[in-house]
């Protein structure tokens, strides 16, 4: 995936994807990583909004463009 350098690039590609399924590996700290896949139910001015497609231990979550930047959040390509 393209290299994603400031929070605007982050929000225009997430805006981009909104509706869609996508990969995600999330850190949910303490080396818990999990990998899904969801939809982006709503991008908002400084944050996005994502529902799991299968079946994990997150429910609706939200999170911020700064969490795509530092790592927190990783989005994998779909082709």
Request: hydrophobic letters at 40%; one cysteine or more; aromatic letters at 6%.
């Amino acid at each position: 995936m393209k290299s994603l350098k400031t929070i605007n690039d982050v929000r225009e590609k997430l805006q981009s994807l909104q509706g869609q399924n996508i990969a995600l590996k999330v850190n949910k700290g303490r080396n818990k990583i999990v990998s899904l896949t969801a939809i982006i139910d709503r991008v908002y001015p400084s944050m996005f909004v994502i529902s799991p497609t299968c079946a994990v231990d997150l429910d609706r979550k939200s999170y911020s463009f700064s969490d795509v930047l530092c790592g927190d959040v990783c989005l994998l390509d779909e082709q």
